[in-house]
């Protein structure tokens, strides 16, 4: 024995090392690359806005200044101006929040646990506003919803009834932008819910508790990651939103922060260093809301899918099934058919001003498809239909699988440097996009690999700035897989790349379609970011329709908009097929 | 709402009668074998510069000014060359922006750029920009003290920045003529004017009125409560469907919105109304730099300043008359009606004038 004992650590040291070093080579390789990879899609851009913020001039190739840092630029944000827009926009995120979840909520948990009437069709009611941009949403609204020239208003006066719609005011920003972001929170907490496993409630009510609490002791604290993760998610986007703020909010003269720094740096001469250093306040205060989140959720775990079947049980609503239908039914109309309808009158009507709505309809030649036409007919229009397509699959794809490398890593393994992946990911978030797109363009100048006026630019640029949206999906689906599933198959002796392919990715096949899909509808719908990179060869569709929003040709923008909607309607229908076809 | 669409027809038909009338250089897609550029008996491009830019066969034109204007001047231009134009039309603060990155880089997609704003085209030449065009002798001449910056750039017209009402709205016999009658308490809230910062146009829009309109007069507008856009063309939109009755309104915006249908009447007030020159520079890593000079040159010919005057534009020629705006002519550019402030004057006043104008109408930003 003792020979043996002598002998064994003798004869097995250099093996025993060189393999410890192997190990620690191999831990480290695969974050290492991750984290070098999301360095330089998003903290370069993030150095570049942070370094203008205490800079004197905007940074910009050929003109790196240091020497006169500074922090003038941060009495800026103290100003009473910016306060104010810092309220605004707290006060607008947080009411556009509240009402996007209880939209979202209410719809998924209708559609996912109860026996509403037409529950199929409401659960499309849920994602159809997906299809709508937020701008174009807002579009349609300022067209419907004005006071003086609103479509709604001057319906309202063609039956001889006063005009009371307004929606150029706070309480109309919140409402267009809960409009818009509760299809968010539809779909993380129906997700939630339908994977929800039904032991634990059915095990609640065996023993006596009434369905009231069921709801309120098992089901909603099971939803809870994601209930906080839309919460979170869509105050941070509601906060950053700038097109919504800039065309409800710029008519009303509500302030908020994305639309100051958007001033600011259009203002002459572009104030970009002051700019920054207000989206460097906003940056703070996400990360604290973020580093909360995790806090709340750290304290427990969520496990609710296992290696046992289940179907989730349908609660029977009796009297309200059809209240709620009713309820689903108004939420679509206001925030699909009605701006849908407007948008087309506007982009059908013969002449920008519209005296009469029921009017225009006795009238012969009133309505005309020539904007529609113009359009279809235009070359520009074309070519950016194709780059939008062929840039929101691949940065689609392409996010989709760095967020399922990134997510697995911060959730499923110890290697180090979770966290910092984890935060980096989520940093773009806290960007305000129009920041980020500043960022992202000097970036890729200085960047000695010549991607700047290609389609490539643009497609990292939406990986980069969608990084949070694809880590958060795959991260809560991650979540909710119980990994002893993939852990036996490693135990039975799979390789563990073999057991994440054959047995995790399988069951994320869902989550993982759905992130591609929320992807690829928030890369079509990307406005304010490819806003700075584009040039004359890489025109997006939405950037076409900002164009002739921007320059006040309201009627093509509308046409636009709705030829834009059909091919993002076109394009999910397309994506849902084949993710159907997938999981057969 | 069809005399709109009569409107677009007629200033299209005018615009190519206007280039007929001229002869222009019989140089369309008709002469194959190299030629000169001739308008109206002006060289402007000589037989080596025109084929070899009709050999690179297109140019890439950044610009500031409105989308309708731009279209114009290009569809003409390419009629008489054959030389196709990409417009990439951006705000002029965006504009300058997206420049001084690409021209760091030195990856400047621009063949020609029009921008306006003193402080802006000081700032892009300054930065490298631009390069050197040698203008044609007639062409020069005509176009005299526009040349600026030794012959870097040079002004293409003078844009006229005035008000305009949205006549479907305004009552007959209520309209207002001068900038005295928008301090009228009737257009309480529904007046509209376009932010100071906005650029070049905005801040000669605010010189003019603290100097010759009244010192106090933006006091006394503010107290209407006007409603404050971004940007002129978003604020046409606004006045165009009504959403504000009386709007400050740059004339060629004014004039293609009224090409499109818009029931838009603008004003020629006694006071006078604010002029701010566009500027032109050939870029300096033109991928077309043939097409470009002859773009550029062609920008002072007598069919492109024809064109600046339909527009409601200030031509830098003496020689091609001064706009018209439906019925009205407006005042000779000598006559004092238009105010026009040089560069100098325009910098020395653009913050002081900006500070004040957010002051009074309470403006963060």
Redo the contacts between chains.
Sequence with gaps: MTSQTAEKPVRNRPPALRGRARRLLREITLPAVLLALLALLILAPVALVVLSAFASDTPRPGNFDLSGLTLDNFVNVTSAGSVKAALNSLAVGVGASALALLIGGFLAFVTARTNVYWRGFLYLVGLLPMLLPSYVGALAWSVLGSENAGLANITLRDLGLPGFVDINNIAGLIVVLALYYAPYAFLLIHGALSLMNPDLEEAANVHGAPFAQVLRRVTLPLVTPAFLGAAVLILVLTIENFPVSQIIGGAAGVETLPTYIYRLMNSTPSRGNEAAAVAIALVAVVLVVTALQRRMLARRTFTTVSGKGMKPRRIDLGGWRLPALLAGLGYFLLSTVLPVLSLAFVALHDSPYIGTVLGAFGKPDAFTAEAFADVLDSSIAQRATVNSVVVSVAAALLGTLLAFAVAYVVQRTKLPGRQPLEYVSMLPLAIPAIVLGLGLLWTWLIMPIPVYGTLAVMVIAFVAAQMPQGFRGVASSIGQVDRDLEDSAVMHGASRTRAIATITAPLLRVGLTSTFLLLLMLSMRELTVPLFLFTSDTRLLSIVIFDDFDNGILQRAAATSLLYCLVILALSILSRRFGASEQR | ??A??TDRKSLATAVAAVLALAGCGGSGGGASEAAKLEVGGELIADEQLFSAAKEEGSL?FYTGG???SEKAVTDAFTEATGIEV?T??L????L???V???V????L?ADVIRIS?E??IV?LAKAGSFQKAPLQGAVKTAAGDAIEDDGLYFSSFDRVYSFAF?N??VPKGQEPKNWADLLDPKWRGKLGIV?V????ST?ALTRFQFDKVGDDYLKKFAANKP?????S??Q???L?????SVATMPVA?GVG?IA????LTIAVPEEGAAGYPFYVGVGAQAPSPNAAKVFASWLLSKDAQKIAVQQGDYPVRADVGTPKVGDTTFPAADSGWLYRIDAETALEH?EED?KRWRQIFGY??
Aim: zero cysteines; aromatic letters at 2%.
């Design positions: 709402m069809k709109g669409r890439v409105s989308e309708h990409e990439i039309r705000a002029p603060n965006k300058s922006e997206r001084l990155s690409e760091g880089a030195k990856k997609g704003g402080d802006i700032a949205n479907a709205v932010q910062g906005a650029g070049g801040a409603r404050i856009f971004d940007s063309a978003g046409t939109d606004a165009t469907r009504g959403e504000v915006t919105a499109d249908g818009a029931p653009v900006a963060t930003g």
